[in-house]
């Protein structure tokens, strides 16, 4: 057994692996300004991001819940690693070589096979099982491809393969290249024999999908039967929970999709691994699914650590489900789940009860991209479902329909919700909207309590109809972080602000006080005319007409900037491209909420004339991430 690994050796790793990229393959991260990085906290539930990575200082904390350390307390937190495998793993990746010191150490490596081991003997069956998907014993899989539209350079793009119908051909294959059986039956890829004799394959005769994690490499398979004399019923076959397979936390196409989920804040997710490849083929490169088990609350964090799935840069997740009975009972599952994002949730389905592949193979790529941007919200989904199961037509096909509604809207978590379904209710229904109401609060005082005993009454829980006053956010909400810091840089560093806000304007500050601060601002000249003026702040703040608008001038004109470095002209023009690219941001909510709500075929010129502006919107934003970049 060798001894510790020495300081230096560790030292070398720390320097070497790059924080930023070890935890962007867990994490979407963004610039936040002054040499850090912020994504959304991958150890605990968020709906803001607080999670910050320092690269210059390789180390990372989180405000939310504490958790802080290295590049290497990380992997061994996330991954469940001991410190040792932790660094073996990075030195094997950044190219260190350990040097260990003399005599017996503490071995603290887990019991079975070290996770690089499981890993390396998943790559080497990859390629196996990619050479005989071209042999001919293969034909009848590469047929099956080719009747579902994907070539050979679709099966070498997505990594596909072949198991041979043997029984031991990858077994023998694995030994021969120096894998121990242990290693090849902890990590899923054999059984043992309960004979006592050689473990024999886990796929045998199936055409196989490669399970990767969102770094690119494998760590399990799915496989699907392809000759009718296959001795297993089941059509399709995962690999088995391992040391480096959970199901549950695990997405194919994952490691595809990941980057543009970070761009586009934008996650599809799919039932199949050829509706995942149908998708990516045809331009939906969001598009995941789950593996072998229903889509649950742990993928849902997985997507929203990638999708940067947060109040500031809100986005959305859409669901394709078939329009058969599984389809809706998927459709609620995920209605039940909804509380897990932050950005909006959205149903696909085609009319004609296709899945993505079929869509692609009947219609083409360009259906496949119709059908996700036709998307509908998932709460109106799944409510037009219940109610459609009732003669609405009749007294008490109304009251069933009601009451259904309301207890699957009763057991949402976000109470602020509740009223806006029951007014969908209401509508889909055809009842008063208070009567929906009251048939909700019903639902809720019905629904048991974390006890047993029936819940207390809801009453409180709706909104109520009559209107009451409202108060202003506070100025350190989150949401208004980019206003907030824009404004500070206008009041002390005008000079440096110099004319980069010409394009901006009262409309990109939705925070009333701090639409006011630059209103004075604009009116006293603008940025250019307190260039060299150490009194032009508090001459702004005198000419305020609102206290808390003075009051504000004062804040922002003392609070430190985050940057410890006197503030660039990059770094100014950084703040200012993102506030801009908030005010497009919101247009573009604004005008898919109208399409959402436009019939496309009773009001076509209207809707030709959204789409344009959402394009020429895209486009914008996607000008301004540009100067973003070049900023960096």
Known sequence: MPGRIREES?????????????VGQYVTLKNAGGGSMKGLCPFHDEKTPSFNVNPSRGGYHCFGCGEGGDVISFLMKIDGL????????????????????????????????????????????????????????????????????????????FGLGFAPRGGEDLFRHLRARGFSPEVITVGGLAVPSQRGGSPYDRF???????????????????????????????????????????????????????????????????????????????????????????????????????????????????????????GQAAA?????????????????????????????????????????????????????????KYDLDRADGRVDALRESARLVSSIRDRSKVDAFAREIASMVGVDVEEARVEVRRASQRR???????????????????????????????RFAIERETLKLVLQHPMVIGRTTSDVGPEDFIHPTYRGVWEVIAAGGGPVAGAGDATWSGRLRDTATDPAVASAITELSVEPVHTAKEPTADYVLQHVVRLLELTVLRRIEQVKSKMQRTNPVEHDEAYRRMFGELAALEEHRRKLRDRIVGTQ
Not at 117 to 145: G, N
Not at 332 to 340: E, H, R, T, V, Y
Not at 460 to 475: G, H
């Open 10 to 22: 560790i030292a070398e790793v720390r320097e070497k692996a790059a924080i930023d990229e070890v």
């Open 82 to 157: 001991t410190f040792t495998e932790t660094v073996e793993r990075l030195a094997e990746k950044y190219g260190v070589e350990l040097k260990h010191e003399e005599g017996e150490g503490r071995d603290e490596r887990p019991k079975g096979p070290p996770r690089g081991k499981l890993v390396e003997a998943h790559r080497v069956a990859q390629e196996f099982y990619a050479e005989q998907l071209l042999t001919p014993e293969a034909s009848q899989a590469r047929q099956f491809l080719t009747e579902r539209g994907f070539d050979g350079t679709a099966a070498e793009t």
């Open 332 to 388: 609620l599952k995920a209605f039940s789940g909804d509380q897990n994002f932050v950005s909006q949730t959205y149903v696909a389905v085609e009319p004609d009860g296709l899945d993505p592949c079929d869509v692609r193979i009947k219609k083409g790529d360009a259906a496949v991209r119709e059908l996700v941007a036709r998307r509908v919200p998932l709460y109106r989904f799944v409510l037009t479902n219940v109610v459609g």
């Open 448 to 478: 048991p309590a974390p006890s047993g005993r029936p819940g207390p009454p809801a009453e409180e829980e709706l909104v109520a109809e009559r209107p009451a006053r409202q108060e202003l956010p506070s100025l350190r909400d989150p």
């Open 204 to 326: 045998r005769g199936r055409l196989l999908w490669p399970i990767r994690e969102a770094s690119g490499e494998t760590i399990g398979f799915g496989a699907r039967r392809i000759f009718d004399d296959d001795k297993v019923e089941a059509k399709y076959l995962n690999t088995s929970e391992t040391p480096i397979y959970k199901k549950s936390r695990v997405l194919y196409g994952i490691d595809l999709a990941r980057r543009e989920m970070g761009r586009s804040s934008q996650a599809v997710v799919v039932e199949g691994y050829t509706d995942v490849m149908a998708c990516h083929l045809a331009g939906v490169k969001t598009a995941v699914a789950s593996c072998g088990t229903a889509f649950g609350d742990e993928h849902a964090k997985v997507l929203r650590r990638y999708m940067a799935d947060h109040e500031e840069f809100r986005g959305e997740v859409v669901f394709t489900f078939d329009g058969d009975a599984a």
